[in-house]
């Protein structure tokens, strides 16, 4: 038997881009905020503030042609203890087609200690698509002093351009078998952060994105490389024509702001969603 999964899906009606499905299958539940923008949101919850052992969120998503889309989530996830082998996972499988655009900025993951968490991702995009992805996580409950007691995280993140792999991300946590602590690893870090932007190579809508990142980070390396941080790192990378990619890490999620500040920047563009809607959140 099929599993059931949770949908959405977005269409551009008389100008404006609305959710013209919307299915919530628990753990998982979907929230519509009337915004009255032009864009379409949806934002990700849970019924139990977070995935117990066993739980599964699955979504399909579909942003059609010429749609906007901000998918987001209402708070981190949290993720708790894993019993009896059980482990937490969500799975997304998204579609953005001609013209469409999808900003998927969730809030970190937490994983609590002894929890097991497994997460992937597949979008599909056509010509002329963007597609602005976050995938932001912590060592844990760190003000209660569980620092990397989980005990296994995994995310999985592909991205196809007309059916081609552009963006092939694998990340594997296991602290029992390797120390996060080790320099090349996390280090004194205890937080990250993730963006991939992808689009059409030389596309009008792609370069722009591309552009408005690299104005709203470029100064922080430059201070970096000066001041010799010790609260966050940051690198930016184009890795090939169409992504773009900004790594960062922190010692607290607060010190991974300035990637909110660039995205926010980002979101606001005309070419984009044209108004930001993370600024009711942060």
């Given amino acids: ?43 990700l919850s849970s019924y139990g503030g977070g ?3 066993g739980d599964c969120a699955r979504l399909r998503v579909r942003c059609g042609r010429e749609a906007r889309l901000f ?18 996972r969500q799975q997304v499988e998204g579609r953005v087609e ?17 929890s097991e968490f497994e997460q992937e991702q597949v979008w599909h995009l056509a010509e002329g698509a963007v597609l602005i992805l976050l995938d932001g996580g912590t060592a844990g409950r760190i ?4 620092r990397f007691q989980y005990t296994s995280y995994r995310s999985d993140i592909t991205v196809y351009m007309d059916d081609k792999p552009v963006v092939i991300e694998r990340f594997r946590s296991t602290p029992g078998r390797q ?9 004194a870090f ?9 689009g059409s190579p030389g596309s009008a809508a792609f370069d722009t994105v591309e552009q408005c990142l690299r104005t709203a980070l470029e100064k922080q390396v430059e ?38 500040s660039a995205l926010s920047a980002v979101v606001s563009l005309p070419e984009v969603l044209g108004s930001d809607p993370l600024q009711r959140k942060y």
Avoid: H
């Fill in 71 to 88: 998918l987001g989530t209402q708070a981190f996830t949290k993720v708790y203890k894993a019993t009896n082998g059980q482990i937490a």
């Fill in 51 to 53: 995935l117990v052992a």
């Fill in 1 to 43: 038997m099929e599993e059931t999964w949770s949908c959405l899906e977005v269409e551009r009606v008389a100008k404006r881009s609305r959710l013209t499905t919307c299915l919530s299958v628990p753990p998982l539940k979907i929230l519509n905020p009337g915004s009255g923008a032009a864009y379409a949101s949806a934002i």
């Fill in 179 to 187: 120390d996060p602590d080790r320099v090349g690893i996390f280090g």
């Fill in 98 to 114: 001609r013209g469409g655009c999808a900003i998927v900025l969730p809030d970190p993951i937490v994983p609590y200690a002894d």
């Fill in 190 to 198: 205890a937080a990250f952060a993730n963006v991939f932007a992808i």
């Fill in 223 to 260: 201070d970096q490389l000066k001041t010799r941080s010790e609260s966050a790192l940051l690198s930016l990378a184009a890795p090939r024509p169409g992504v773009f990619v900004v790594r960062a890490m922190g010692r607290i999620s607060g010190a991974l702001s300035f990637v909110t």
């Fill in 143 to 146: 003000e209660r002093g569980e």
